[in-house]
């Protein structure tokens, strides 16, 4: 036993172990889920199309053919290969206008996002850190936003800066910010307990080095979430926002306008009306499955016992 | 002149007119190069203490002492900046949990470097060397491939080693052991004390050892001090406290040791609990717990007083009550 015990030692000794890195971890997990992976095929295609909407030889997408309007997708007889997906009301090419609404939805999308990611981190970490009076005022402030629908804020703040799809963004991104402060405010005083904050501030850590570099790590699992679902119903509110006539204004293509300036043709030519809607759902469908996805994987209540 | 003095130190929580004392009037001095045992049960104001004298309770505890020293240096009267020099460097901590106390978002060998770059202000291939200097000291098997693993990916007993040689990594003088061994399991518990006495012994630190581990204590440390809903109630040297007991709490902790209860049918305890905020007794804190109290114990709450084997808070020391 004892001559068995030191020679699994020695092999030990000269052992040299690998361990997974932890974005191979991390995919492992997430391609493991179907729904996930189908979202971010998904999601690939329509980034694809919005990079390179001006090199994928489509027509101009505010260029009217005034002699083909209203046609419908080429499969039908009166269709033609020209219009793959048919042409609007003053006959312009929706296939064209979808992927060029799309930069407009995902980089509006992404700036909202970043716009209310960075301030409500800050803010969260602030009023976890701070919860006397700092965080009391925080929360406040952010239960009064709270308070309010989403939808009715965000047209209030259009309307105090104006339209434009940089006050879109804006009104977005203040709409989303109580979410964020509140899920990193709970994220950090979970994590302020633990044994790890007491032993960083034992080495020597100042204030900032806590907040950023030991702390916040360990919340971003919940906080990636968050965003990804946050996006698409960024996304969603870009749509409601160009349908209510705030946000984009026409001619340029984004996915909600269109719905809204095709709505009086929809018992005539459905595809209108139905493909910007369709292009919303599913691109919100499939960041949501991301999202769901991500959630599974980073979240360590939900991992599987290794 | 000793390493680490404490003299008539008191922490409270809670509002200001009626303050929780969780340390009451503690007096304590460690030397250099000296194993200190601190024993009580849980509730007694054993870490917080130690947490105050890191400095680590800043905003919920309120700290009074007379006399707060570490190497001739006043921690009291010393800037938060200037004290965050000290710990983590000079005087350091091993935490309870190891899974808790290492930040599960970083490298093994990230979190040893980040120490040694602030106060030894190491970089590059000597910081790389001294990082797997130190798993090499503290017996990690194939160190060098540990530097990239992150905790959740060790063991307990493997990640209390990280603690550890993160806590020695800036070669402390004083480093304070927060029950290293409570949350590991019997046989690495033996492994890891091993390892803190040796290290103790050649990194000449002293070393202050809380536990409620009597037997550990008896075979490691050269004085004890037991505690008691934040007093001390008695302080003496090994082995004398063991053989003699002045302190009724003392000797019903020793009683409670399964090895002095061989041939027994029942293994004897100790009745009762830590008095917590609200229901602590107007006399003596142990008295509703002991089994010699008297009417003066329920009134009077005793003092520290010296005696030739160390000094004891009771009216009653054992040796007296023996020769009544």
């Known amino acids: 036993m004892i001559n068995a ?35 971010l ?40 290969w020209t219009y793959p997906l048919g042409t609007d009301e ?55 936003m709270m308070a309010l629908p989403a939808l009715l804020l965000a047209v209030a703040i259009m309307s105090i800066l104006g339209q434009g799809i940089i006050n879109a963004m804006i009104a977005i991104a203040i709409v989303a910010l109580p979410g964020y402060v509140r899920l990193v405010r709970a994220s950090v005083s979970m994590e302020l307990g633990r044994d790890y904050v007491i032993a960083s501030r034992m080495n020597g850590a100042g204030l900032l080095r806590l907040m950023f570099l030991t702390v916040l790590p360990n919340c971003l699992a919940p906080l990636i979430v968050h965003a990804t679902l946050s996006f698409s119903s960024a996304i969603l509110e870009v749509a409601a ?47 949501n499955l991301i999202g769901d996805g991500l959630r599974d994987t980073l979240d360590p209540k939900l991992k599987r016992v290794a | 002149m000793s390493l680490l003095e404490i003299q008539n130190l008191s922490v409270s929580f809670g509002p200001e007119a009626q303050p929780f004392k969780a340390v009451d009037g503690l007096t ?38 007379d006399r707060l020293r570490f190497a001739g240096q006043d921690l009291l009267s010393m800037s938060a900046r200037e004290r965050r020099k000290i710990t983590g460097k000079s005087m350091s901590m091993v935490f309870q949990d190891p899974m808790a106390s290492l930040n ?80 590991l399991d019997v046989t690495i518990q033996a492994q890891i004390m091993d390892l803190l006495v040796s290290l103790q012994k050649t990194q000449n630190m002293a070393l202050v050892l809380i536990t409620h581990d009597l037997a550990v204590v008896a075979e490691v440390a050269q004085h004890v001090t037991v505690m008691y809903a934040g007093q001390a109630v008695e302080m003496g040297k090994v082995p004398d406290m063991f053989r ?46 002991c089994a010699y109290a008297a009417d003066r114990c329920r009134q009077q709450r005793p003092e520290l007083t010296l005696t030739d084997l160390g000094a004891v808070r009771c009216f009653y020391p054992i040796s007296s009550l023996e020769t009544p």
Not at chain 1, 265 to 284: C, E, H, K, N, Q
Not at chain 2, 42 to 53: F, L, P, Q, R
Not at chain 2, 263 to 282: A, C, H, K, N, W
Request: charged letters at 15%; aromatic letters at 8%.
């Open chain 1, 241 to 287: 926002l160009g349908f209510l006539g705030f946000g984009v204004q026409p001619p340029t293509a984004e996915w909600g306008t269109m719905l809204a300036a095709a709505r009086d043709y929809m018992d005539r030519a459905w595809w209108v009306v139905t493909l910007p809607g369709v292009t919303i759902l599913l691109s919100v469908l499939a960041i």
């Open chain 2, 28 to 65: 304590l001095s460690v030397q250099q190069g000296e194993v200190t045992g601190i024993v009580g049960e849980s509730g007694s104001g054993k870490s917080v203490t130690m947490m105050a004298i890191m400095g680590l309770l800043e905003s919920q505890g309120r700290i009074t002492a």
């Open chain 2, 104 to 183: 599960p978002s970083y490298t093994v060998g990230y979190q040893i470097m980040e120490v040694l770059k602030v106060h030894l202000g190491l970089r590059g291939s000597a910081l790389r060397a001294r990082a797997l200097a130190l798993l090499e000291l503290v017996e990690i098997p194939a160190a060098a491939s540990r530097l990239q693993a992150y905790p959740h990916q060790l063991s307990g007993g493997m990640s209390q080693r990280v603690a550890i040689a993160i806590a020695i990594a800036c070669n402390p003088t004083l480093l304070i052991a927060d029950e290293p061994t409570t949350a």
């Open chain 1, 41 to 80: 095929a998904f999601m690939l295609l329509v980034l694809f199309c919005a990079l390179f909407a001006p090199l994928l030889g489509l027509h101009d997408p505010i260029e009217q053919f005034r002699d083909a309007s209203l046609l419908p997708p080429a499969w039908y007889l009166e269709g033609t």
């Open chain 2, 244 to 289: 003699h007991p002045q302190h009724p709490y003392t000797q019903a902790l020793l009683k409670a040791i399964p090895e002095h209860n061989k041939g027994e049918i029942r293994l004897s305890t100790l009745p009762g609990m830590v008095p917590g905020q609200y229901d602590r007794p107007t006399g003596c804190l142990v008295a509703p717990r």
């Open chain 1, 5 to 39: 015990g030191t020679g699994n030692e020695a092999v030990e000794a000269t052992q040299t172990f690998t361990y997974p890195s932890p974005f191979r971890a991390f995919w492992s997990g997430f391609s493991a889920n179907r729904g996930a992976v189908i979202g």
């Open chain 1, 90 to 144: 003053v006959g312009r090419d929706l296939l064209s206008r979808l992927c060029f609404g799309a930069r407009v939805s995902l980089l509006v999308g992404l700036c909202a996002v970043l716009m209310s990611l960075i301030p409500g981190v800050a803010l969260g970490l602030a009023a976890g850190f701070f919860p006397k009076v700092t965080g009391k005022l925080i929360m406040r402030a952010m239960d009064i």
